[in-house]
């Protein structure tokens, strides 16, 4: 009887061996599909932030060209209005001093030397 016991134990103790060999490569498994579904999130996360701040680069620089093309078109108002309403003698640049100044007092504020679109 002793040896049919001792062949029972064997037989539990390669049963219990196998589940728990099944259960730790199970969990090998969801924890290496787990590390690639986190790896494939940060990827797709950090082109989403790249492409934010392209996006907003490009903008700025946009509306940095449409506030000089403005300026241009100010200054050439100005000028045709010196030009074609032949304003009063000793008034010849008023409009385009008037223009001028007005254009200074529009000058952007300054930015820091940090830059301003680090998203980290």
Do not use: W
Not at 8 to 15: E, F, H, K, P, Y
Request: glycine share 6%.
């Amino acid at each position: 009887m002793e040896s049919g016991s001792a062949v029972i134990l064997l037989i539990v103790g390669v049963i219990l061996g196998v589940i728990a060999g099944l259960a730790y490569c199970s969990y090998r498994n969801r924890k290496n599909n787990s590390d690639a579904k986190l790896a494939a999130l940060q990827k797709e996360y950090d082109d989403y932030r790249a492409s934010v701040r392209s996006h907003f680069i490009d903008t700025v620089s946009a509306i940095t060209k449409i506030d000089e093309q403005q300026k241009e078109l100010y200054r050439s108002v100005a000028h045709g209005v010196n030009e074609l309403c032949r304003p009063e003698e000793g008034k010849e640049d008023y409009f385009l001093e008037q223009t001028i100044q007005t254009l200074g007092e529009l000058e952007p504020p300054k930015q820091d030397k940090k830059d301003s679109l680090n998203f980290s």
